[in-house]
């Protein structure tokens, strides 16, 4: 409670993201806020002194910053130079026209939204661009990863017709679920530690935990609203993506791990997965499509809960 003066630096960060300006002014006018609130706080007041100090340590941190924007720009550079990103374009192209042509054949066959072959296209080149992202960060820390997908990765996807801001936060997401990805999660195995557990078993618990969040990556490149300041973006498309991925999101956590209300049964975890694919993929018919898979499933997992309670004994 003490701390609500906080919240306008916050607010008036948002504010002129959402109003168009650029990430510079609006890193400006956030800064500004902060000092301005921090002389007329009653509560945790702002001295000269100790704006001095925070002056120096944000010059620190640029520092560290600045090195990491240098060794970017020469990874860039020497990616660009030799044309990387273009050959792992034509790959991953190639790779996922061959595997859309396989499975195009085989969706004809069932009665579900039909997908042209850009659209599978699509689909599996960013399934094999997550995969490569996953790859190469394995081990490596958040800045040093974001540099290596952000210079490989991320172009492939702008090739593809992605917006730029989009392409980071996929590539970026991906880097960092390597964290929780086995063989190599340091982030769990280092938990595992602190907790004194078997540190493979908590690899593997932490990645079924948090693997559903391997859709909110392919939620910005299919509903790049998400991320308010794309161009063309409108409330409408925000809500109404917010909403479907969301309930995507927690269905396909459900199906990984197992349980909603009531264990689920693994025919139904597939089922719900693959529900959850489609509330995830724009458009209205494949969000009715998800939906009207996902109904049946929630219905029994509402009537395994009612029977879990009625068994139970009271008092």
Request: net charge positive.
């Amino acid at each position: 409670r003490d701390g609500w003066p906080n919240l306008i630096q916050l607010i008036t960060l948002v504010t002129i993201i959402v109003q168009g300006y650029t990430p510079f002014m609006a890193a400006f006018w956030g800064i500004t806020a902060c000092i301005v609130v921090g002389f007329i706080n009653p509560r945790n007041r702002l001295t000269v002194p100790k704006l001095i100090d925070a002056f120096q340590l944000g010059a620190k941190y640029a520092l560290a910053v600045g090195a990491a924007a240098a060794a970017v720009g020469i990874v860039v550079g020497v990616v660009t130079i030799t044309g990387v990103p273009f050959r792992i374009s034509f790959m991953v192209t190639q790779a996922a026209a061959a595997t859309s042509d396989g499975v195009l054949a085989f969706l004809s066959l069932l009665p579900f939204p039909t997908f042209s072959l850009s659209d599978l296209t699509l689909f599996f080149s960013l399934i094999f661009i997550a995969v490569a992202c996953v790859a190469l960060s394995a081990g490596i820390p958040t800045t040093a990863l974001y540099i290596i997908v952000a210079s490989i990765a991320a172009p492939v996807l702008v090739q593809l017709g992605i917006p730029p801001l989009a392409a980071h936060f996929f590539v970026l997401f991906y880097g960092i679920l390597a964290d929780i990805t086995p063989p190599v999660c340091t982030s769990a195995y280092a938990a595992g530690a602190i907790a004194g557990a078997n540190p493979f078993k908590t690899g593997m618990t932490a990645f079924r935990l948090g693997n559903a969040k391997a859709l909110v990556p392919l939620v910005f490149v299919y509903s790049p609203s998400m991320l308010i300041v794309i161009d063309g973006f409108t409330w409408e498309q925000f809500l109404s993506s917010f909403i479907t991925c969301s309930i995507g999101v927690i269905l396909l956590g459900s199906a990984l791990t197992g349980h909603l209300l009531a264990t689920i049964p693994v025919v139904q975890r597939l089922v719900l997965g693959f529900a959850a694919l489609l509330l995830v993929t724009p458009g209205l018919q494949t969000d009715l499509v998800g939906v009207g898979i996902a109904v049946p499933i929630l219905l029994l997992q509402l009537a395994a809960y009612r029977r879990g309670r009625a068994a139970r004994p009271s008092g």
